[in-house]
């Protein structure tokens, strides 16, 4: 190992640093997150869809039920089944597979001619969902500079608030015009666009410095660093990391490990309560619910607009501040707003106001704010902090795990959303959600250490000494290696 290093060594002082590297870092953040624009379209337009498939098919309200979660389905498999493709063959090249199933997925659920193809055909189509989240956020957190990541891997986030608005908005104005197959179909020409750019975009470094060696991950770190010393000391962390490596630490057998465990508590249980907390029910059935309130079609699509472009502004300023902020105290700020929403959402659903009255417009203005606080809290970090907890050998089962979670979350909530309704009525079911998102702040507070700041390297070695779980009355913060070094000569780190 020594040789190879001093060969990087050699390779980063006869490197040429290109001047658009920080263009390049943010292009290939910037075209790899399209793909959550693609989950969030995929997944969005069925809100619209949904009344004219129903028309069409004759669906019952447990088809709907079916209907809308097979592409859960569908992504919890590719979210598990993505982790070998992307250990073996890399980030990059995963990210190609995903887009090419998302182009068949969007034709194949535009031209089905019956219940059961289109159900099939949203199954396969969820299989690039599911893949998409949890390869595009690890690709872009393993590109990211520390003080970037947070922005970058939230671009992702981002672009789901824009796929989830074009949804709305195509199936608010397209709607008679189109029809439901081509509302589903135009999302193939993105995905297309994503296969083809992957091309000329680079590597993981980490992935190639596993699998390909120093000397190949010095030539993409390259591509997007603009500092021979920024690229000098990544790779000195990167080998250093890669020397050390256990085969005990690969893959899934490495998620057993007693040090490992808290990563894997925190990032499983922040994907839990970033779905289960009753966001994506909303997505999918605030027309549904609404319709079922007095509201007309218009008027419940075009509340279901407002959400979708809450949901965008509100995930667009958590990539702009999640870095500043803190992943830990976003969702602490945040997340008791979800709470007081949601109780008042279901007092006000529990008095059955009539349509048009003052009840009717709380109904909407509880709406819009929970989707300010949850996407601008939760909804922030919940992709994120898979793609940066977990340490390099495990990390492809690990993020599989991770989003697998997420979409078994979101499963669980799409396909019980309605019975439940019918169960405990809509007041009820908005309380039971307003008591998921308090156990989320209080799960946050008590099991998520702050890792804004941090290198995915700092992370790891955090986990390795036993001090990645916050303790009361102690700095939540994973300290950067920096940190340690100015706190050893005597310099008081800035907090």
């Not at 020594?2 to 943010?26: D, F, G, T």
């Not at 669906?59 to 709907?64: A, D, I, K, N, V």
């Not at 920024?230 to 790779?235: A, L």
């Not at 279901?304 to 965008?312: D, F, K, M, N, P």
């Amino acid at each position: 190992m020594k040789s190879e290093k001093k060969r990087a060594q050699e390779a980063i002082q006869n490197l040429e640093i290109s001047p658009y590297a920080k263009h390049v870092l943010w292009i290939a953040a910037f075209v790899s997150a399209i793909c959550g624009g693609l989950y969030g379209y995929d997944t969005g337009i069925i809100s619209g869809a949904l009344l004219l498939i129903t028309k069409d098919f004759h669906l019952t309200s447990g088809q709907e039920e079916i209907v809308t979660s097979a592409i859960l389905v569908g992504a919890v498999i590719g979210a598990m089944g993505i982790a070998n493709l992307s250990e073996r063959f890399g980030r990059r090249v995963s990210v190609m597979v995903v887009t090419a199933v998302f182009v068949i997925g969007a034709l194949a659920c535009s031209y089905a001619p019956n219940l059961t193809s289109l159900i099939i055909a949203r199954v396969f189509l969820g299989c690039a969902v599911g893949g998409a989240t949890q390869v595009v956020p690890t690709y872009i957190s393993e590109l990211a500079p520390a003080s970037k990541r947070g922005n970058l891997v939230t671009l992702f986030n981002v672009a789901i608030g824009i796929g989830i608005f074009l949804a709305n908005l195509v199936g608010f104005t397209m709607r008679e015009k189109w029809g439901w197959r081509p509302m589903i179909s135009v999302a193939a020409i993105p995905a297309a666009f994503v296969f083809i750019s992957m091309f000329f975009l680079p590597k993981s470094p980490r992935w190639t410095a596993e699998n390909e060696g120093l000397e190949s991950a010095v030539e993409q770190l390259g591509r997007v660093r603009s500092s021979r010393m920024v690229i000098q000391r990544e790779i000195n962390e990167i080998h250093a990391n890669v020397v050390n490596l256990d085969e005990d630490e690969r893959g899934w057998k490495g998620l057993k490990l007693p040090w490992v465990r808290p990563a894997v508590i925190a990032a499983l249980g922040i994907a839990f309560f970033t779905q289960a907390g009753g966001l994506e029910m909303m997505i999918y059935y605030t027309p549904t619910f609404l319709s079922d309130a007095g509201f007309g079609s218009s008027s419940a699509l075009l509340t279901s607009l407002g959400i979708a472009l809450v949901y965008l502004i509100m995930t667009l300023l958590g990539c702009l501040f999640v870095d500043k902020i803190g992943r830990r105290r976003l969702v602490l700020i945040m997340g008791p707003g979800s709470v007081v929403s949601l109780i008042g959402l279901g007092i006000v659903f529990a008095m059955h106001p009539a349509q048009g009255s003052v009840g009717s417009w709380l109904i909407v203005a509880f709406l819009l704010l929970f989707m300010l606080f949850n996407s601008g809290g939760i909804q922030v970090v919940g992709w994120l902090l898979g793609a940066e907890l977990f340490p390099l050998p495990m990390r492809a089962a690990a993020t599989s795990i991770h989003a697998a979670m997420l979409w078994g979350a979101d499963l669980l909530v799409t396909s019980t959303a309605l019975t439940l309704v019918q169960t405990v009525s809509l007041g009820g079911t908005m309380w039971i959600y307003a008591a998921v998102n308090l156990a989320s702040v209080l799960f946050v507070f008590f099991c998520v250490p702050e890792t804004a700041g941090a290198t995915l390297e700092d992370i790891e070695t955090a986990l390795r000494r036993g001090e990645f779980r916050p303790r009361v009355g102690q700095d939540p913060r994973i300290r950067s290696y920096d940190e340690e070094e100015e706190e050893a000569v005597g310099v008081t780190p800035a907090a």
